[in-house]
């Protein structure tokens, strides 16, 4: 090994090194501010706070993220990617209707159930943030996108009237599910029968037992 290579070999780990510790830094900003935000609300979240949370000065987290709409770019991408909602793609084998409405329903509330507090604070604060108000826009239109999947699904080639796709998009959104359960007070596996009788009853006029 020559003189050259001896000394650039030092380099080249000092640099992974501190490119390794730069990331494990960044990650704990962004956990911390995901912390916050499900805890405390997006407000609450403020740079000091998450700075704190992070064990880290206030200008390590400016110079890992420009501005705070960069800190809840990350945070929301970083939030979904470990949260994922159902996809479509699992649903696709099931043919008989009631069961395929019944795997959907129950699917979409265990979701918002396990995400409860993360969806609660977005809601809440997107009024104003913008830039949380498109994010928590696009969960909404995700889940419009299930609706329309599942109700071409269940009654294909129909058109349904406005009053049947709405409803069924109220109780297959975040918003239905927390009405039920928060603001009327049933169980989870309660809200999950009112939501399925509901759909089958406007469907079929045939609540499912």
Not at 46 to 59: D, F, L, Q, T
Not at 77 to 94: C, G, K
Not at 140 to 155: F, I, M, N, P, T
Not at 176 to 186: E, I, K, S, Y
Request: hydrophobic share 45%; glycine share 6%.
């Amino acid at each position: 090994m020559n003189e050259a290579t001896a000394t650039s070999e030092p380099r080249a780990y000092r640099k992974r090194a501190r490119a390794h510790h730069e990331e494990a830094t960044r990650q704990r900003i962004v956990d911390a501010a995901i912390d916050l935000h499900a805890t405390q609300g997006f407000p609450g979240a403020s740079v000091s706070a998450i700075a704190e949370r992070a064990g880290v000065g206030r200008v390590t987290v400016y110079r890992h993220f420009p501005d705070y709409d960069a800190i809840l770019d990350a945070c929301t991408s970083h939030y979904m990617e470990l949260h994922p909602p159902p996809a479509v793609q699992q649903w696709e084998s099931i043919v008989d209707p009631a069961q395929l409405l019944q795997t959907v329903v129950c699917d979409a509330y265990d979701y918002f159930q396990a995400n409860e507090p993360i969806f609660t604070h977005g809601a809440a604060d997107a009024v104003t943030l913008p830039f949380l108000a498109q994010r928590m826009g696009e969960i909404g239109a995700y889940w419009s996108g299930v609706r329309d999947w599942l109700l071409a699904r269940l009654l294909p080639g129909e058109t349904l009237a406005p009053s049947i796709v709405a409803l069924s998009g109220v109780l297959l959104s975040f918003g239905g599910w927390q009405a039920l359960v928060r603001q009327q007070g049933l169980t989870f596996e309660m809200a999950k029968t009112v939501a399925i009788d509901s759909i089958s009853t406007v469907l079929w006029n045939d609540p499912q037992p």
